[in-house]
């Protein structure tokens, strides 16, 4: 224990942190009785689920003969104390190996938009479903003091990377061909995603609608088939049908109340993905080109996808038609690094065409390309406490370089382009963050297992998008009922801003009398919806999810009564 109570103390001089040795001091000789205590009872009780901790995670009490302070410190290093053997107590129907680790090639969740997994590339690296960090150095995290922070010695093992719990499989008896199959370097997922939602009051009419995706991912590690070392290929086709609740019932336009409809063409195989994957530089570098979508990669995430309305991204991004939402996939490459063990910075370029071109996702050579998005994101990841509690704290910047009209002019009659006043077309400038934080962790070491508060906000150039601005926030809870570890427990409240100019636009028009068209009602200014769901892990390969929504300023105007919506989402994963 000697090395890290040097650490502590001297992490505190180098950051000027005024008093934190006596301060730590203090609080430690508060729960010294405590710990003693609970190590006493842990020990009598002998050592529990030892197959979940890594060798010397848990460490044992400090001597007796060790000074007060140094036992004091010790027990204040989040990283030597390890993770509690309750937090990351696996559930019993986890499809995820007891080694916490997914075979690859991995097909992933397509429908919680998480990436597929492939091989690390080099059978040396410390990694095998996470890249190898750049430096061996902390970036932001090292400001941390050393019982919050759970990296300040050295990275952690894959298990707490998963970024999802699994959801296992409805057919087992598919499991040998599985295993056959993934020995060869081959991995398949078929899974159905239906929802159901009917307005209840407000909107424009109550009543139910209907909609359904099949998606179809089929990944090939190319180093398994044919030795070619860190390579992989990744494809997914879907079709989706039915009559979303959005449009006729409440009369919104902007905001998909259903993820699971739009840029599908209604053929019966779209295709969305079908781009490779290299890793390099000793699984150091991934590198990803081909036809894809921004919303696999960029302003996403399993937490984000658990949600109807944000699913796979925030919706003033989904807005843009530079930023290839998915299903809707375009040419385009993408960089991945991790410059230190708690940061990861992406980059990529993607071709920019109307989110109407190619409906079908085949007809490539109908697509007319109008310009270059150029998105960069930087992620500073830390995991606190000794029960290694993630977070992820988002920056994103995209630059279209498309030159949109000006929406003040937009359905603007000759008579009112004068009192418009100058009207100027520019590329179109995209912000994000997004934060998401674990408060708890319950039901094992993946990225899913615990409890998150969350939130974001969006801000697009104004005068050329509809929604400028967009903020959010929300919790996602594992295990609210004791008993039921991998349920799931989301409330999310969403605010939508109509652009000031698109607005001073329509107030020209409604004033002078002219219409606004047959989908809005008035000038448009917010709107706002709250979001809830309990998601049931029922069955391996089913998840049941009851869903209610809450739209304030359907249209974004007071022309429609508020909606309130109750649903049902299915998922079964073949």
Known sequence: MTRQTR????????????????????????????????????GAAGPAVPSLV????????????TPAEQQIL??????????????????????????????????????QSIAPVSSPGDNRSFHKIELDALSAHEGPSALLPAWID??????????YYVPTAGSGHLVPQLNPLRKTLLDHGVSFAFTYKGE????????????????????????????????????????????????????????????????VYGLSGNVVAHLVDFYAEKKLLNNQMDITFGRMALTHVFATSPLLCSFMVTCSAPVALKLDPGFSVYPKATWGSRIRMRPTRDTAIQFGAYSVNALSDNPSGWAWGSE??????????????????RNRLPGHYVVGYAHDTTRYP???????????VPAAGRQRSAPMDMFWFEGDQMVYRRGGRNQMAGGYLMAGYIHNTPHVTSISDQAYGGLSFAGVIPS??????????????VSDRKAAGQILRYDAGYSLGTSVRGPQTNSHIIEAYYAIDATPGILVQPEFEYMIHPGETRHIPDAALVGLKLIANL
């Open 484 to 497: 039921r570890v991998t349920d799931r427990l989301g409330i999310m409240y969403s605010w939508y801003h």
């Open 7 to 42: 650490h502590a103390c001297s992490r505190r001089m180098r950051y000027s942190f005024p008093h934190a040795c006596g301060w730590l001091l203090a609080m430690g000789a508060a729960a010294l009785p405590m710990a003693r205590a609970q190590a006493q009872s842990t």
């Open 406 to 416: 000006d929406e003040i002019g937009i359905g603007l009659p000759a008579a009112l």
């Open 74 to 111: 010790a027990r204040l290093d989040a990283e030597s104390l390890g993770p509690t053997p309750q937090a990351i107590r696996r559930p019993p129907n986890t499809p995820i190996p007891p080694s916490g680790v997914p075979l690859y090639p991995s097909a992933g969740l397509a429908t």
């Open 196 to 259: 159901a939602m009917g307005v209840i009051n407000g909107g424009v009419e109550r009543g139910m609608s209907y909609v359904h995706e099949l998606t179809a991912q089929v990944n090939f590690d190319l180093e398994k088939m044919a030795g070619i070392t860190g390579w992989s290929v990744h494809t997914l086709v879907m079709e989706r049908a039915g009559h979303a609740v959005s449009h006729d019932r409440v009369g919104e336009y902007y905001v998909n109340l259903q993820e």
């Open 368 to 385: 007319k390309a109008t310009g270059l998005m150029l998105p960069i994101e930087f992620t500073w990841q830390p995991f606190l406490t």
């Open 54 to 65: 890594s060798s010397g995670a848990v460490s044992p009490m400090p001597s007796a003969g």
């Open 150 to 159: 759970a990296l300040h010695d050295s990275d952690l093992e894959d298990p």
